[in-house]
Antibody, heavy 118, light 110 residues
Framework: EVQLVESGGGLVQPGRSLRLSCTAS????????MNWVRQAPGKGLEWVGF??????????EYAASVKGRFTISRDDSKSIVYLQMNSLKTEDTAVYYC?????????WGQGTLVTVSS | QSALTQPASVSGSPGQSITISCTGT?????????VSWYQQHPGKVPKLMIY???NRPSGVSNRFSGSKSGNAASLTISGLQAEDEADYYC??????????FGTGTKVTVL
């Protein structure tokens, strides 16, 4: 069974950095693009970005709101996808979900909460 | 990329049918058949209900159906049940090789 487990969330001050991890199991991780979605408290879903598989160059795409501040990477040997978040802003406060990407998001992790506050 | 436009709320009585609209542009919904819909109950992880405009994943009730016309997509829930009360989000691939979600719709079963 496909499982995705996010970790690394917590309280961080504005301007600081945080790295989230998403550990996958139950499928051949290297064959799939991986995706991040976030949801601010009481708000809707927001697409953050994704990373293609090695077969497609591990290239990345990002939402305009995070481009230049967030970086997605992957370690296929460990079945982990990372979300490096720099220059964090209060508006980045959200639950961050990783998903497996196949044009849609069938498999989701349980999410990890990131709170950006002084 | 602006969020796709959905009505803030839709309501219906048990057994009725409701339709949630999702309006985009020719750069997203109108340009691709990669429209998906997600159901989210309070405090829960979103669940895929429809993918590629009108396909249902295994395990999703056939009371849920999707369609697309031009730059707009729709999710129809027939035979509305109490358990369908939730938030619903559409999502589309875009011409910038990115994705965009809709603004979200709260479905209330009266």
């Amino acid at each position: 069974e496909v499982q995705l487990v996010e970790s690394g969330g917590g309280l961080v001050q504005p301007g600081r950095s945080l790295r989230l991890s998403c550990t996958a199991s139950g499928f051949t991780f290297g064959d799939y693009a991986m995706n991040w979605v976030r949801q601010a408290p009481g708000k809707g879903l927001e697409w953050v970005g994704f990373i293609r598989s090695k077969a497609y160059g591990e290239t990345t795409e990002y939402a305009a709101s995070v481009k230049g501040r967030f970086t997605i990477s992957r370690d296929d040997s460990k079945s982990i996808v990372y979300l490096q978040m720099n220059s964090l802003k209060t508006e980045d406060t959200a639950v961050y979900y990783c998903t497996r990407l196949e044009w849609e998001y069938k498999w989701w992790g349980q999410g990890t909460l990131v709170t950006v506050s002084s | 990329q602006s969020a796709l436009t959905q009505p803030a709320s839709v309501s219906g009585s048990p057994g009725q049918s409701i339709t949630i609209s999702c309006t985009g542009t020719s750069s997203d919904i109108g340009g691709y058949n990669y429209v998906s819909w997600y159901q989210q109950h309070p405090g829960k992880v979103p669940k895929l209900m429809i993918y590629e405009v009108s396909n249902r994943p295994s395990g999703v009730s056939n009371r849920f159906s999707g369609s697309k016309s031009g730059n707009a997509a729709s999710l129809t829930i027939s035979g509305l049940q109490a358990e369908d009360e939730a938030d619903y989000y559409c999502n589309s691939y875009t011409s910038s090789s990115t994705y965009v979600f809709g603004t979200g719709t709260k479905v209330t079963v009266l």
